[in-house]
């Protein structure tokens, strides 16, 4: 019986939030070090000297279907990508941009044109030179016309100019400071112009056997299996990667993807390959450690969408009173395993590092929320009944994954809770798309919204009406439609002064969470799960969607 | 002479019946709601309406259903299952790539079903009520009664976690170059798990039918006839009784192996093995239509030539019968 209290005393702390150096994992280090001698116990003091060679596999879940990164934007892509293409800068961890392909680049003081004084002595891995051509055609030729994320990210993008080889200018119609967060090859790759020019882009075979400068080489892919990259041997960086390999696995099962990584067979499962469920097992296995490093630059959000065309949830108290009868404190916990935070408006927690996040807005999680939830639906016009229930709505399940089934079935519980009666329903994937952002067949929905490197991107195709367009999935589709906002959307794009910018989009989250055009549940926090192994795997804000040039295996 | 004569009359037959599923097919997927375009569309975040257009075109998606369906036989008359733009691959590859592994782990799977099936059917039914009997019957239960998925993760959890001693999936080490023998020992390694928790149901279910097969035989009059002659029990059970009950058996195994080529979705997803199956759950999923039906077309060949050989199987087994 003892025992039995001591290991569940154990898996509660091993499932808290944060993860602190306990005794336990002390006195399992020590054990394992015993063995190896004094020698490793001492190289481990020191600051470890990165080892050369050595493969490197990590598991992608799931397997992307094609790795035309730079015209599909899904986010199982960029992990495999981003190790061959590269963008023009990266980012430290303050999200700054830092030198890449780019060694220096200058604003000009109207925010109109941006300079970028390029790396001298680059080829691309068919061996190509790098040069300011290859920066104007990615930009100009395929990033704008085909990259999913372009009529946001590259609307104000004029022209690219090349005065010469080694200097690229952009010119753009207003200003556009959120470009500058967007230069790392997760988002805007640079693409070698000779192997697609005079092609078409969306039939290029490179779309399978990338091309591009980064420190490992495309070599392969087994469909249903793996592929693998190689390193570059010429890379530019003197003396890098480490890695001779890697090898992205892809295992459709959960349960496999957690024993792949517990038997040792994967070293990386980044982009929450592991599921939720499953981390705090992968917490007590001494070989394995968990980080939430590496996320910054990849905000997202659980929400529930209010179809606003919903004769009841037309009215902002209902919709107010949704937001009030919803414990985010439960989805955080039972539905996202402790990992993220209940969000508080439309901006993740994440976009704080920018300055442009304020929780200074109408608050939903009280004290007192159920009564002030029943409150206004009362005075919207919507009483109980005889049985108790005001009306009925149906739930669209998000059919990404099977969190959201628990998702949906707690926000049925909740709402029964103040009298909303919710019926669940399941479809795949295109039936499901097709229902809600085509046919406009739902009451509420509960997406998951990547919001990207700026509010620009996230606010933007969610709340601007312009952005209400049948047949176009993850934008504007609760009808929401507000001048003020948009009006503050469009000043806040093209507002250069960091101070004014952020002001604004403090006014539109409060609004916003004012209108509670959309339920805000969860800001999303992705989790890596890696052999000790491996080290230096996460160096950047931008984790699992940028190379692991410096990640190196210890033997 | 009277085998090439069969053989040709039942191909010919087969052409009106391949040509019939796939007409069925096309129009059957066009059911479904939603396309690849909002598929894709939807997997990237977001996507203007221009983009959508730009896929819905380069997918042919926006040319009528006939049109469509018109430049789907065409290709089909000419062998051409046409281009997977989800994967940027053709069709006809996807599927190869896929078939080896497909066929590798059901041929083992149900070859060892077969085998180790029909014979402990055979030890049950000829000790009758003994412990062997029961035991039998208990195993072959158990492994009827137990999901594949379970299995094989429990398999995983010891044999690959616990003792180390297989991997825990996959076709085959990745990144390890392995040649010649080393190779054929690597994907042999990867291939146990998977092979054990596929044939354990098809084995159970094969035993139960031997079993009671041998013991409907036993009683008929031709055994007691064979024994009078002072036959051996084992020339009784092996030269008259095994021939004939085979033939229950053959006849499930014909209709199971159907399932040959769409592979078990569930096993080759615990196990990651790739395959077939899980390339048309996936295709079923993202809207891939020219791919689908390309596996749909391949498996029906398939179906009509495993028909076929069952047939052939009955007239090795049972001279009475003729083609």
Redesign the interface.
Same mark, same amino acid.
């Given at each position: 019986m003892a025992r039995v209290l001591r290991n569940a005393g154990t898996l509660q702390e091993s499932s808290g939030l944060s993860r602190t150096f306990d005794a336990t994992d002390l006195s399992r280090r020590t054990i394992l070090a015993l063995p190896l001698g004094l020698a490793a116990a001492a190289s481990g003091a020191r600051a470890a000297e990165p080892k050369r060679g050595g493969?490197m596999?990590m598991i992608v879940h799931p397997e992307p279907?094609?790795l035309?990164h730079y015209a +599909? %934007?899904?986010?199982n892509i960029p992990p495999i990508a981003t190790q061959v293409y590269e963008g023009l800068c990266t980012y430290d961890w303050d999200q700054n941009p830092q030198p890449n392909l780019a060694k220096s680049w200058e604003v000009a003081p109207d925010g109109k044109t941006i300079t970028f004084k390029l790396q001298e002595g680059v080829t691309f891995h068919n061996g190509k030179p790098f040069t300011s051509a290859d920066v104007q055609y990615s930009f100009m030729e395929i990033l704008k016309k085909?990259n999913? =994320?372009a009529?946001v990210m590259l609307a104000e993008l004029v022209a690219v100019d090349t005065p010469d080889p080694m200097t690229a200018v952009l010119r753009l119609a207003n200003p556009a400071p959120y470009i500058m967060k967007a230069l790392s090859g997760r988002d805007l790759p640079i693409l070698c112009r000779s192997v697609f020019e005079g092609t078409d882009v969306?039939?290029n075979p490179s779309?399978?056997k990338p091309i591009g400068t980064g420190p490992f080489k495309f070599a392969s892919w087994?469909?249903?299996?793996?592929v693998?990259l190689d390193r570059n041997e010429t890379y530019w960086k003197p003396g890098l990667p480490y890695l001779n390999?890697i +090898?992205a696995?892809? =295992?459709?099962?959960a349960?496999?993807r957690s024993?792949?990584m517990?038997?040792g067979?994967a070293h990386f499962a980044g982009y929450s390959a592991v599921n939720y469920a499953d981390l705090a097992r992968m917490k007590t296995n001494p070989i394995l450690d968990l980080t939430t490093k590496g996320y910054e630059m990849t905000p997202a959000q659980s929400v529930l969408e209010l179809n606003g065309r919903h004769p009841h949830l037309q009215k902002k108290e209902v919709r107010q009173a949704i937001a009030y009868a919803i414990d985010r404190k439960v989805i955080l916990k039972d539905v996202m395993f402790g990992y993220g935070q209940p969000a508080t408006g439309p901006l993740s927690r994440k976009f704080k590092t920018a300055g442009l996040y304020t929780d200074d807005v109408r608050q939903y999680d009280v004290p007192d929320r159920l009564d002030i939830a029943n409150r206004l639906l009362d005075e919207a016009g919507a009483p109980r009944g005889a049985d108790g229930t005001r009306f009925a709505l149906h739930l669209e399940v998000n059919s990404f994954g099977e969190q959201w089934l628990r998702q949906a079935e707690y926000l049925k519980q909740a709402l029964a809770g103040v009298g909303i009666a919710v019926t669940l329903r399941s479809e795949?994937?295109?039936?499901?798309?097709?229902?809600v952002?085509?046919n406009y067949d739902y009451d509420l929905n509960e997406p998951f919204? %990547?919001q990207g490197v700026d509010p620009v991107y996230g606010l933007n195709?969610q709340f601007l009406t312009s952005q209400i367009?049948k047949? +176009?999935?993850? +934008?504007n589709d609760t009808f929401y439609s507000n001048p003020e906002v948009d009006r503050m959307l469009g000043e806040g794009a093209r507002e250069p002064d960091a101070e004014k910018r952020a002001a604004l989009y403090k006014k539109v989250q409060q609004v916003l969470a004012e209108d509670s055009p959309m339920i805000w549940l969860i800001d999303v926090q992705y989790v890596s799960v890696f052999n000790r192994r491996l080290k230096d795997h996460t160096t950047g804000p931008l984790g699992t969607q940028q190379a692991f040039e410096r990640a190196w295996m210890d033997k | 002479m009277r085998l090439a004569r069969f053989l040709g009359y039942r191909l010919l037959l087969a052409i009106p019946v391949v040509l019939g599923i796939v007409v069925l097919n096309f129009f059957l997927i066009h059911l479904?709601? *939603?396309?690849a375009a909002?598929?894709?569309? *939807?997997? &990237? *975040?977001?996507?203007?309406?221009?983009?959508?257009e730009?896929l819905r075109h380069?997918f042919g998606l926006d040319r009528p259903l006939a049109t469509q369906f018109g430049v789907y036989l065409l290709n089909m008359l000419h062998l051409d299952l046409g281009y997977s733009f989800?994967?940027? &691959?053709p069709v006809g590859s996807?599927i190869v790539?896929?078939l080896w592994?497909t066929g590798l782990l059901m041929l083992t799977a149900f070859a060892a079903a077969l085998l180790i099936g029909t014979l402990l059917g055979l030890v049950a039914a000829t000790g009758r009520n003994s412990w062997r009997d029961a035991v039998i019957s208990l195993v072959s239960l158990v492994a009827y009664a137990t999901p594949g #998925?379970w299995l094989g993760?429990m398999m @995983?959890?010891v044999f690959? @976690?616990r003792l *180390?001693w297989l991997? !825990?999936?996959?076709?085959d080490t990745?990144?390890a170059d392995n040649e010649g023998w080393d190779e054929v020992w690597d994907v042999g390694r990867h291939l146990v798990m998977p092979a054990v928790a596929l044939a354990l149901f098809y084995l159970a279910v094969y035993a139960r039918v031997m079993r009671a097969s041998v013991l409907e035989q036993i009683g008929m009059d031709y055994v007691t006839t064979a024994r009078a002659k002072g036959q051996t029990e084992a020339r009784v059970m092996v030269g008259h009784v095994l021939r004939n009950a085979l033939l229950p058996v053959v006849t499930m195994a014909g209709v199971q192996a159907g399932n040959l080529i769409g592979g078990s979705i569930v096993v080759? !997803?615990? #196990?990651?093995w790739?395959?077939v199956g899980?390339?048309a759950f996936n295709a079923l999923?993202?809207?891939d239509l020219n791919l689908l039906l390309g596996i749909f077309f391949v498996s029906a060949c398939l179906v009509v030539v495993i028909n076929l050989a069952v047939d052939l199987v009955y007239v090795c087994l049972d001279p009475r019968m003729e083609l």
């Open positions: 493969t596999v279907s094609t035309a +599909v %934007s899904a986010g085909y999913p =994320i009529p969306l039939q779309a399978n087994e469909r249903g299996q793996f693998r390999r +090898v696995r892809f =295992i459709p099962d349960a496999t024993a792949a517990e038997a067979e795949d994937t295109a039936t499901w798309l097709r229902r952002y085509t919204l %990547s195709k367009r047949g +176009v999935t993850f +934008v | 479904a709601p *939603g396309d909002s598929v894709l569309a *939807g997997e &990237s *975040g977001a996507a203007s309406p221009e983009y959508m730009q380069k989800r994967n940027d &691959s996807l790539d896929r592994p #998925f993760l @995983i959890v690959a @976690i *180390g991997p !825990t999936s996959g076709y990745v990144g080759e !997803t615990v #196990f990651g790739p395959g899980t390339l999923q993202s809207r």
